[in-house]
C-alpha cells in the first residue's frame, strides 16, 4: 500500500472514533432526558449507543474481509 491507501484505514478509524467520543460525551444528558419519558427508552438507547460501537467495527471489518478476497 501506498499514498492515499496506507492512510484511508487510519482516517477512518480516527472519524469514526471521533464520532463515538462524541455520542458518549452527550450520552448522559440524553439518557436523563429520556428516562423523564421512560427508564426503559433510556436504556434502550444507552444499549443501541453501545452496541452500535461495536456494530459499526463488525460491519467495517466484514467489508474488508469482502474487498480483500476479491
Do not use: C, E, Y
Not at 480516527?14 to 427508564?39: C, N, Y
Request: hydrophobic fraction near 60%; avoid cysteine.
Amino acid at each position: 500500500m501506498s499514498g492515499g491507501k496506507a492512510r484511508s484505514p487510519a482516517i477512518a478509524a480516527a472519524i469514526i472514533f471521533l464520532g463515538f467520543t462524541l455520542l458518549f460525551l452527550v450520552m448522559p444528558s440524553i439518557v436523563l432526558w429520556l428516562s423523564q419519558f421512560s427508564p426503559w427508552l433510556a436504556a434502550g438507547f444507552g444499549a443501541l449507543a453501545v452496541l452500535s460501537f461495536f456494530l459499526i467495527f463488525w460491519l467495517r471489518a466484514r467489508h474488508q474481509r469482502g474487498r480483500d478476497q476479491n
